[in-house]
């Protein structure tokens, strides 16, 4: 049975995985010694984040971009209310949309409230896809517009944990 | 296995799914037929390259604190130094312009909402320019990585 990380160990534990395991044979061991705790102590706490589904995944997290996946378009629609399940789950099925999320309207500025991503090498081969989707599920004549991206400003892992002393002033 | 056919089936197989034990890499390496200092040094390559961002956990959003997708319309003359005021936050992951009236598009996480809404105060504070936001309502499918064509 191993000692439970205290609250300042398991927060300093979630930085570092947040930043990435070392490439090296023994990760959590690594991860172990700069919270000076031992490596079973790690792996216990990160199996029952595991279990309470605090991962989407764990595994490569990959830039899409140096693949290749240049065009990143987010797709999104106006669907009514009565139909957004429905709608969201047929989409999100759908091959080649990676995300796709209910988000809420913020009327009159924005009347979209669901969010498709879709990765593509080429702009007009998204295009041509995107427009086939939305034929084949019949939805070309609800309200939809398709944001490309154009530059990246930064992309990196999600920050929880925020900074040791770091606070938003203001 | 030559090495970039390593590196194709590593991110064929462990965007989702990699092991949680004391030696990940070993484990994987015998899933792929090959030894754990080949996955090693071929993740070391990728990294460096800039394929490969990290290896590890993506926490999920809505469980491990708060998130929001916020959306500026910016001035073109002013979007690079409104983009770079945005980054400069530890909180922003993902920082894109897209081509719309709202051209800059972030993620913003968080420990919790408080904290996120502290962040668009501020923004709008010194930009004069009000974010949306638009948190996650529901989440009909969430990323797990993504396929890679096959190769022509």
Sequence with gaps: ?170 | MTASSLARRLIDQFQHGMPLCAEPYRVMADALGCSEAQVLDCLQHLQVAGTLSRVGPVFEHTRAGSSTLAALAVPEERLHQVAARVSQYPEVNHNYAREHRYNLWFVLTGPNRAHLDAILQELEHDTGLTPLDLPMLTAYRIDLGFALEPTP
């Design chain 1, 1 to 170: 049975m191993n000692i439970a990380l205290s609250e300042q160990q398991s927060l300093a534990l979630r930085r570092l995985l947040e930043a990435g395991l070392p490439l090296a044979p023994r990760p959590f061991q690594v991860l172990a010694e700069q919270i000076d705790a031992s490596e079973p102590q790690v792996l216990e706490q990160v199996r029952l984040w595991q279990e309470q589904r605090l991962f989407r995944r764990v595994g490569l997290v990959v830039n899409h971009r140096a693949l290749g996946f240049a065009a990143n378009a987010m797709l999104v629609l106006d669907v009514p209310d009565a139909l957004v399940d429905e709608v969201g789950r047929r989409l999100g099925q759908a091959p080649g949309i990676s995300l796709c999320y209910q988000r809420p309207r913020r009327l009159p500025q924005w009347q979209f409230n669901l969010f498709c991503m879709i990765h593509g090498r080429q702009r007009d081969r998204v295009e041509a896809q995107v427009q086939e989707l939305l034929e084949q599920h019949l939805l070309d004549d609800l309200p939809h517009q398709l944001l490309f991206s154009t530059h990246l400003f930064k992309q990196c892992g999600g920050r929880f944990a925020p900074p040791t002393g770091a606070r938003v002033h203001g």
